[in-house]
C-alpha cells in the first residue's frame, strides 16, 4: 500500500487540500496504526467516515478488515477505488451525513464498528448521527480536534461539559485515548487532535432517548442562569411543573446544567417520559 507523504500523493493526482471540506491528512504512519490498532479491538466489519488519500484504509485493507469507505472528495474517491480494487474495501462516494439510515442497515445488516478522522466543521453533526445509529454501529474509533474530544468525553463542573458531553454520558462510555500532534498533519491545522472511542450502552427505548434531548437542551438553552429558567414550552404546567420533575429527579432548580452529572439528567429524562 502507499506510504508516501500526502503532498507527494496530492501532487502527483493534481490535487490540493480543500479548505471546505478541512482536509488535513494524517501523514504519520506510527498514529496511523495505533488508530487502526484499536479499531481492530472491536469487531468488524467497519464504516470508515472520510478516508482522505488512505491512511487507515491501507492498514485496514493490509489486515484484510472488511471496510466501507465513505469519502465525498469525487478525486480522492476515485484515487482510492483505483488504488484498493481487489481488496476488502469498498469505496463509497458520498457524503456520509446525507446516507440514510436504511442504507446503512443494507450494508451493515450485523452491525459494525466506525472508524473516521473526522473534520472540526462537521463533529457535532456526526456525533449526533451516530446517536441515530448507535443500534446499528454501537462501537466507534474517532480522530478529532482535541477540543472536541475534551468536550465530547467532560464530566460536570467544567466549561467543557455540554449537551454532546451529557449524551454519550448517559449513552455510551466515550474515552479520550491519545492525543495527536498537530505536526502528524498534511497540511498542519492549527491545533492538535486526539482519539477516542465510543461504546454505546444497551438498549436506550427511543422514547427515552427523545426525552432526554428535550430536558437537556431545555436545560442548556441558557447555560449560565439556574435552570428554574430554563425555556419549557413543552409542559403545559410551565415552569412550575419543570421545577417539579427537576426535583424528582433529585436536580436543585437552584442549580445551573453544568453541574448537574449525566445520570441525573437519565433520571429526569424517565420522569419527563413518564408524563
Known amino acids: 500500500m502507499a506510504t508516501e507523504h500526502p503532498r507527494r500523493t496530492l501532487a502527483a493526482l493534481g490535487l490540493s487540500p480543500r479548505k471546505s471540506l478541512g482536509q488535513n491528512f494524517l501523514a504519520d504512519r506510527n498514529v496511523a496504526g495505533k488508530i487502526v490498532a484499536l479499531a481492530r479491538s472491536l469487531p468488524p466489519p467497519y464504516l470508515e467516515i472520510g478516508p482522505g488519500l488512505g491512511a487507515l484504509t491501507d492498514l485496514l485493507a493490509e489486515a484484510g478488515a472488511p471496510v466501507v469507505a ?59 448521527r451516530l ?17 472536541v474530544v475534551d468536550r465530547l468525553c467532560a464530566g460536570p463542573g467544567g466549561k467543557e461539559y455540554g449537551i454532546l458531553s451529557v449524551y454519550l454520558g448517559v449513552l455510551a462510555e466515550a474515552r479520550r485515548e491519545f492525543v495527536v500532534r498537530r505536526a502528524c498533519f498534511h497540511p498542519a491545522p492549527d491545533v492538535d487532535s486526539a482519539v477516542m472511542s465510543v461504546r454505546f450502552a444497551g438498549d436506550s427505548p427511543e422514547a427515552l432517548v427523545a426525552a432526554l434531548r428535550t430536558v ?27 421545577c417539579g420533575l427537576l426535583e424528582s429527579a433529585g436536580i436543585d432548580p437552584a ?17 419527563f417520559a413518564r408524563i
Open 255 to 271: 442549580g445551573r446544567a453544568g453541574e448537574v452529572p449525566p445520570s441525573s439528567y437519565l433520571a429526569l429524562a424517565k420522569a
Open 131 to 147: 446517536l441515530e445509529l448507535r443500534d446499528r454501529f454501537p462501537r466507534a474509533v474517532l480522530m478529532l480536534q482535541r477540543e
Open 70 to 128: 465513505v469519502e465525498v472528495d469525487r478525486g480522492l474517491a476515485a484515487h482510492l477505488r483505483d488504488r484498493l480494487v481487489g481488496t476488502s474495501v469498498e469505496i463509497l462516494e458520498a457524503d456520509f451525513l446525507a446516507v440514510e439510515p436504511p442504507e446503512w442497515k443494507r450494508r451493515f445488516p450485523g452491525g459494525g464498528t466506525i472508524v473516521g478522522n473526522l473534520p472540526y466543521s462537521i463533529s457535532s453533526p456526526v456525533v449526533l
Open 216 to 242: 437537556v437542551r431545555a436545560a442548556f438553552a441558557h447555560r449560565r442562569k439556574t435552570l428554574r429558567n430554563a425555556p419549557v414550552p413543552f409542559l403545559p404546567g410551565g415552569t412550575a411543573q419543570w
